[in-house]
Antibody, heavy 121, light 110 residues
């Protein structure tokens, strides 16, 4: 059974870079059948898609994040990562990683349990 | 890209049916049959309940159903049960090759 687990610092200072990793177990990130994504949820608010990556390194991200996002993949470790630069308090959120089927705009399923990142000095 | 529009809250009694709407534009909901619905209980990750407008993943109760008309998608839950109380989010593929979510709807089972 596929499992995804987010990891990274729970506290980041304003203007610094948020870095998170998603470790995939029970399946290969190198599969040509799937894409891998990041979604976040500010406390008490709705979901926001951040971006998606294919094992080859091709990425698609949310234009509203104004090029602050970098998503990368490490197939040797079965992991993919998120970097979000120049963070502010508005980036405080639970960050989820998830998988989606390839071949068409499939939904994200399953999701990791999420990790809370707080931006504060 | 603007978030899809959902009612902030809906409620119903056990055994009743409720419908949650999700309104977008011709660039997202209306343009593609790629609308999905997620259920989220407090402190938990979202769970996929409906995909491609009206398809149910394996293991999801047939009390959950989805539909779409023009720019509005809908999630209907029939035979409401206490365990259905949760937040529900819609999501759509967009013409910009991005994903957009709704603001979420809190379902209260009275």
């Amino acid at each position: 059974q596929l499992q995804l687990q987010e990891s990274g610092p729970g506290l980041v200072k304003p203007s610094e870079t948020l870095s998170l990793t998603c470790t995939v177990s029970g399946g290969s990130i190198r599969s040509s059948s799937y894409y891998w994504g990041w979604i976040r949820q500010p406390p008490g608010k709705g979901l926001e898609w951040i971006g998606t990556i294919y094992y080859s390194g091709s990425t698609y991200d949310n234009p509203s994040l104004k090029s602050r996002v970098t998503i990368s993949v490490d197939t040797s470790k079965n992991q993919f990562s998120l970097r979000l630069s120049s963070v502010t308090a508005a980036d405080t959120a639970v960050y989820y990683c998830a998988r989606r089927q390839g071949g068409y705009p499939a939904p994200f399923d399953p999701w990791g349990q999420g990790t809370l990142v707080t931006v504060s000095s | 890209q603007s978030a899809l529009t959902q009612p902030a809250s809906v409620s119903g009694s056990p055994g009743q049916s409720i419908t949650i709407s999700c309104t977008g534009t011709s660039s997202d909901v209306g343009g593609y049959n790629y609308v999905s619905w997620y259920q989220q209980h407090p402190g938990k990750a979202p769970k996929l309940m409906i995909y491609d407008v009206s398809n149910r993943p394996s293991g999801v109760s047939n009390r959950f159903s989805g539909s779409k008309s023009v720019n509005t998608a809908s999630l209907t839950i029939s035979g409401l049960q206490a365990e259905d109380e949760a937040d529900y989010y819609c999501s759509s593929y967009t013409s910009s090759n991005t994903r957009v979510f709704g603001g979420g709807t809190k379902l209260t089972v009275l």
